[in-house]
């Protein structure tokens, strides 16, 4: 069965920080690891989907890596803003399962 | 493009009644994935249709149930409600079943009293 914990639970930086969030899995036979984003209340946005396949995905701020082997993907905030503060979570998609961790908290201060 | 919208937003039920929640994916997705979520557990998935038929069903009771129509729209339904079932409920979209990139709803948050 596969297990997903992301570390840490939560964090707390001051505005302008660099930041990494850790996403680990248990069963390294995945499709693919998506990275969302979930403000209080709200459904989840989706920010980076890494494919098995790659090592890396970016899109403008953020950086996800995936290292497949060591069953472990971290997520890079760069330049941290007030705005970035919600809660981080990890999917990932194996063979017949999707499991999503339980997510990284995160508030950046002004 | 249109997003994937839930309706209702917000129930208030009580212990005993059913519900019955709709999704509607975003144009062109043939999957909906429906997941519970709870401060203690997480999100938690429930059930996953492609085509009109379930494809995948996590760890819940026979109380709930759901289905998808020809055009996609799926319902979740959960009947003599308990006071555990107070939770976000999340529907998911994709393209196809699987392993593909899914695209959220805004959630239907459920209270039971």
């Known amino acids: 069965k596969q297990e997903v914990t992301q570390i840490p639970a939560a964090l707390s930086v001051p505005e302008g920080e660099n930041l990494v969030l850790n996403c680990s899995f248990t069963d390294s036979a995945i499709y693919n690891l998506q990275w969302f984003r979930q403000d209080p209340g709200k459904g989840l946005t989706s920010l980076l989907l890494?494919?098995?396949?790659?090592r890396e995905q970016t899109s403008g701020r953020l950086n996800a890596s995936l290292d497949k082997s060591s069953g472990r993907s971290t997520l890079y905030i760069a330049a941290s803003q007030p705005g970035d503060s919600a809660t981080y979570l990890c999917r990932v998609s194996g063979y017949s399962t999707l499991t999503f961790g339980k997510g990284t908290m995160l508030l950046v201060s002004p | 493009k249109a997003g994937v919208t839930q309706t209702p937003r917000y129930l208030i039920k009580t212990r005993g009644q059913q519900v019955t929640l709709s999704c509607s994916p975003i144009s062109g997705h043939r999957s909906v994935s429906w997941y519970q979520q709870t401060p203690g557990q997480g999100l938690q998935f429930l059930f996953e249709?492609?085509?009109?038929?379930?494809?995948n069903k996590g760890n819940f009771p026979g109380r709930f149930s759901g289905r998808q129509f020809s055009n996609s729209r799926s319902e979740m339904n959960v009947s003599t409600l308990e006071l555990g079932d107070s939770a976000l409920y999340l529907c998911?979209?994709?393209?196809?079943?699987?392993?593909?990139?899914?695209?959220f709803g805004p959630g239907t948050r459920l209270t039971v009293t």
């Open positions: 890494i494919q098995s396949s790659q």
């Open positions: 249709y492609f085509s009109e038929t379930q494809r």
């Open positions: 998911a979209s994709s393209f196809t079943a699987g392993a593909y990139e899914q695209y």
